[in-house]
């Protein structure tokens, strides 16, 4: 079966089909089907439904294009995926909504149609609860979202931190004070914000007071108004500093929490604050939940593999361990 797109400009097609045609190589390898431009239309051949697909892939990529989107390898794949799930038509739902531009003049905007409900809902709900695995912007984004508010005067201050839950490693083994102790359990946080603001207007706010960088036992004992406060690594509180952290909250403020499940670093017998907050507040209003997936994965292709194979890897364990009860 043959199929015809058009393309009207010759500045889409060079974007569609990336540098060294890298893209509709992709597209050509991934859906099985042989691709040729013929006179501002793109001929695509194949089984009817490998064309089909294709067909509704190239048709999302040109509305991203005539968007002002540079089409990459992410792109393509994320598409294809979309169409395989019969949710070509979504790709209207990544609106161009740019959240911050970086001190480097680009522009921080969502995605994926997962990442776009997660920015939805941190603009529009009070506190909001954002899952997911590694890779899927939960941080980046809630740090855009926060700098953005901040410039905009909608908060006084932007306050990020995370539990001193470390990944199979002790605190007490790592040289000098406590700020340079904590401090690589903050680096995340740090990038994102250098990014944002630049080195030097990071540090002239930082020394304000305008933006504070700590430990989650810091924030004992204190009412955080008019401040975005960003809880990041949420799975390794427990529920004690869940509550402690949330009830923190003053007049004025925004809260968003980020923490993927699946990499819990407490003591077995120890209870997620993250994930029992999903449980408790879910309906409660001007709360938001997002869950993010693998399909929501914005780094190198290969962090999805990844993610898809541990998933699986532990899905048999469980299935396994499953049946020899």
């Not at 060294?20 to 089984?47: K, W």
């Not at 923190?248 to 997620?272: C, Y």
Request: proline share 3%; hydrophobic share 40%; net charge neutral.
């Amino acid at each position: 079966m043959e199929q015809r797109v058009s393309i009207e400009r010759m500045e889409e097609a060079i974007n569609l089909f990336g540098s060294f045609d890298e893209n509709i190589r992709l597209l050509e390898s991934e859906l099985e089907v042989s691709t040729a431009n013929r006179s501002g239309e793109l001929c695509i051949n194949g089984d009817v439904e490998n064309v089909m697909l294709a067909t509704k892939a190239v048709e999302a990529l040109l509305t991203l294009a005539g968007r002002g989107e540079t089409i990459t390898e992410q792109h393509v794949r994320y598409v294809i995926g979309l169409c395989r799930s019969g949710q070509a038509d979504r790709i209207s739902e990544l609106t161009q909504d740019v959240i911050c531009i970086t001190s480097k003049g680009r522009p921080v905007k969502p995605k994926t149609i997962g990442q776009k409900q997660y920015v939805d809902s941190v603009m529009h709900q009070t506190v909001t609860i954002g899952v997911g695995p590694a890779g899927t912007g939960k941080t980046y984004l809630a740090v855009a979202a926060a700098v953005a508010a901040f410039r905009d005067k909608q908060v006084n201050r932007i306050i990020l931190t995370r539990p001193a839950v470390e990944a199979g490693e002790r605190l007490g083994f790592l040289p000098g004070d406590l700020q340079s102790k904590v401090d690589p359990y903050l680096r995340p946080l740090y990038d994102a914000l250098f990014d944002m603001l630049g080195a030097e207007t990071y540090q002239k706010y930082l020394e304000r007071g305008n933006i504070e960088v700590a430990p989650l036992a810091y924030m004992r004992g204190r009412t955080l108004d008019d401040s975005f406060i960003i809880l990041d690594e949420a799975q390794n509180t427990s529920r004690e500093q869940m509550k402690m952290f949330l009830t923190r909250m003053g007049f004025g403020s925004k809260v968003v929490i980020t923490g993927d499940i699946t990499q819990i670093d407490l003591p077995g017998d120890k209870p997620s604050g993250l994930k029992e907050a999903m449980k408790v507040l879910r309906g409660v209003e001007g709360v938001g939940i997002c869950e993010l997936s693998q399909q929501d994965v914005v780094r190198h292709v290969m962090v999805q593999r990844i993610i898809e194979a541990y998933a699986k890897y532990e899905n048999r364990g469980a299935s396994r361990s499953g049946k020899g009860k």
